[in-house]
């Protein structure tokens, strides 16, 4: 799903075309679940007639700030929102469909904005529209975003606030769920998504299932460094993959299941071995070399129901399957019982 970075991307296409101008007309498609609390003509009516002060970001949402009486949207893209502008090709995250239509409005639009600047005619008028495939997205309307659900429930963003290394240190020690599963955790780093957790942690040279409360200060404080600089490299380069640093996880961990070998080296020269593990619910790629996971971080400290402590934030994306130490033995006492039942029944067919 589109993490910090595409956001980022997104919201600053939206501000560069849009900031100082009027929102002329606003068409929308009736959508109970997208339009969150609102119907969908409510949110036009809102956003009719008025100038875009500003476009502004936090973790994965962003919104834009208006002038005069009335809230402001308040927007997530969820496993496949996007923005387009008419006459362009879509902001996708990381690959294109194999298909892009030139229909306007295009498919599984949600709204579309009007852009109109003081000395724009009919014809200039710039067009956006939000789009979402998988409905999975979120469009809303606050009074006062940075006060209001969804942002005032998030965590700190790795590149408006970034706590410093004590604070960052103190919250993450005191956790015993998995470090993957603390990142991905929105009420602890907004923004942080699936391959961002992996490259912060491949260059933290951390396992994606140490348990927090066993990591090294060394460990924290390179977590701590790694969560802003791989952000920052990020959004420096609009979200653009194919400008990524070369020895970037990214260019290589969407190769699992497929027979290519991947081209990552380790410092010294030698080809690196690609592994993948589940965390949270979710595929976590690391280097087996690099990071590696001691027994102690998950015998000894694991706790039944430990695979995370906090609140997760994700409801508007696929749902995780979390597997939790208790549900692991459950479904494992299952699995012998049937494999027993199965070995019984062999013998008897034999004999037979």
Known sequence: MPELPEVERAKELVKRLAKGKTIARVDTSEDSIVFAGIPHTEFAKELQGRKVKDVARYGKVFYLVLDGPGRMPILHFGMTGMIQVKGERP?????????????????????????????????????????????????????????????????????????????????????????????????????????????????????????????????????????????NTAVAVNADDSKFPENWLFKHRWGKGKKQKSTLKLPNGEPATLKWVTVSGRTSAFVAELQRLSSTSTETLATEDSDSDLTPLEDEDAPAVVVTTRAKRTRDKVDTEITEKLKKRRMVTKKR
């Not at 469909?97 to 579309?112: E, H, L, Q, T, Y």
């Not at 904005?113 to 979120?138: N, Y």
């Not at 769920?177 to 491949?202: H, M, R, T």
């Open 91 to 231: 902001v996708h995250y990381r690959e294109a469909p194999r298909k892009i239509s030139d229909d306007w409005p295009p498919k599984f639009m949600k709204f579309v904005l009007h852009i109109r600047g003081d000395d724009t005619s009919d014809e200039d008028i710039v067009q956006l529209a939000f789009m979402d495939a998988r409905r999975l997205g979120r469009i809303r309307l606050c009074q006062d975003p940075l006060t209001e659900p969804p942002i005032s429930t998030l965590g700190f963003d790795p590149i408006l606030s970034m706590p410093s290394l004590d604070d960052f240190r103190s919250s993450v020690l005191k956790r015993t769920c998995p470090i993957k599963a603390l990142l991905l955790d929105q009420s602890f780093s907004a923004g942080v998504g699936n391959w961002v957790a992996d490259e912060i942690l491949y260059h933290s040279r951390i396992h994606p299932e140490r348990r927090c409360n066993t990591l090294q200060p060394g460990e924290v404080a390179a977590l701590h460094q790694q969560t802003q600089d791989i952000c």
